[in-house]
Antibody
């Protein structure tokens, strides 16, 4: 099974931006749907948005529409999450995950997950 | 947005006993329902998809059932490694994909 490796812990200032990477090893990338979720301390999972590398337009949760940018680099099989205007309540672990089918659709369970990236936001 | 509601929030179970976890959707999701297990400091792991199909490598003591708006995850003969938080997830409709709030299965 492919592995997904995320970038390390990030400590950020309020108002700044953070960029988290998620590299897929194994070559299965182009037509899969990648979702990004976050998990605040002691809380559940929250879907933020998704990207299919073969389709130019990512999809975002309305909650993050104004601050979130997802991108993908086919040459390195890496997806990126960039969140701007950080606030203290953005402190969370951020996960990437891949849909189970190479179908160009988000409507599949998430069968491969990155290990998570802790983002700490402080003033 | 489809809201997923899990119950109970916490379940206290003795090792060797069984447990039943519930997940309710605010509207029908057909059988597009997955269950995940998450242990502290780890990413979620896919257990069940299509409401009742076990993912690769998942032991038979985990079973899922249901369709439409009502779903159940049954854990039989709980082992020490099964104490964790369990999440349901609908992938019938997006955006957004949505998760339940989780059920923590703890040792009694």
């Amino acid at each position: 099974q492919d592995q997904m490796v995320q970038s390390g812990t990030a400590v950020m200032r309020t108002g700044s931006s953070v960029k988290v990477s998620c590299k897929v090893s194994g070559g299965s990338f182009w037509n899969y749907a990648f979702s990004w979720m976050r998990q605040a301390p002691g809380q559940g999972l929250e879907w933020m948005g998704g990207i299919i590398p073969s389709i130019p337009t990512p999809k975002y949760s309305q909650k993050f529409q104004d601050r979130l940018t997802l991108s993908a680099d086919e040459s390195t099989s890496t997806t990126y999450l960039e969140l701007s205007s950080l606030r203290s309540d953005d402190t969370a672990v951020y996960f990437c995950a891949r849909g189970s089918e190479d179908s160009g659709s988000y409507l599949h369970p998430l069968d491969s997950w990155g290990q998570g990236t802790l983002v700490i936001v402080s003033s | 947005e489809i809201v997923m509601t899990q119950s109970p929030v916490t379940l206290s179970v003795s090792p060797g006993e069984g447990a039943t976890l519930s997940c309710r959707a605010s509207q029908s999701v057909g059988r597009s329902l997955a269950w995940y297990q998450q242990k502290p400091g780890q990413a979620p792991r896919l257990l069940i998809y299509g409401a009742s199909t076990r993912a690769t490598g998942i032991p038979a003591r985990f079973s899922g059932s249901g369709s439409g708006t009502e779903f159940t995850l049954t854990l039989s003969s709980l082992q020490s490694e099964d104490f964790a938080v369990y999440y349901c997830h609908q992938y019938f409709s997006w955006p957004p994909l949505t998760f339940g709030g989780g059920t923590k299965v703890e040792i009694k």
